[in-house]
């Protein structure tokens, strides 16, 4: 199985988006109610403590939409320049390339 392949296994095993940040309750964390599809947070947002809190968790609520749309795009780009190459090129091969490179680019854990 591929990285690509692991991270699309992982989205679609999770409970189904779009998901949101309720910004009227001051909480980051999560419970997942997988019944209604929300995630819900109980760390309070503390602006002086803890100042990236509310935008960690709307950080972590659009992931749930990025990265299908990454993986799509990762896919059709890969798609396009095998096509371009003539067949030369396997496309999961460089698919797995670019995401080993993109792994040692990582400028964070």
């Known amino acids: 199985m591929t990285i690509?392949?692991?991270?699309?296994?992982?989205?679609?095993?999770?409970?189904?988006?779009?998901w949101d940040v309720e910004k009227s309750l001051p909480w980051v964390g999560y419970?997942?109610?997988?019944?209604?599809?929300?995630?819900?947070?109980?760390?309070?947002?503390?602006?002086?403590?803890?100042?990236?809190a509310r935008t960690d968790a709307e950080f972590i609520a659009a992931a749930?939409?990025?990265?299908?749309?990454?993986?799509r795009a990762l896919r059709r780009l890969a798609e396009k320049y095998a096509q371009d190459a003539k067949?030369?090129?396997n496309t999961d091969w460089m698919i797995e390339w670019v995401l080993q490179e993109a792994q040692d680019d990582q400028p964070y854990g």
């Open 31 to 52: 419970h997942i109610d997988r019944a209604n599809y929300k995630i819900q947070c109980w760390r309070p947002f503390d602006e002086y403590y803890d100042p990236g």
């Open 87 to 89: 067949g030369i090129i």
């Open 4 to 18: 690509l392949d692991e991270i699309e296994a992982r989205t679609q095993a999770a409970t189904p988006g779009p």
């Open 64 to 71: 749930r939409s990025d990265v299908p749309l990454l993986c």
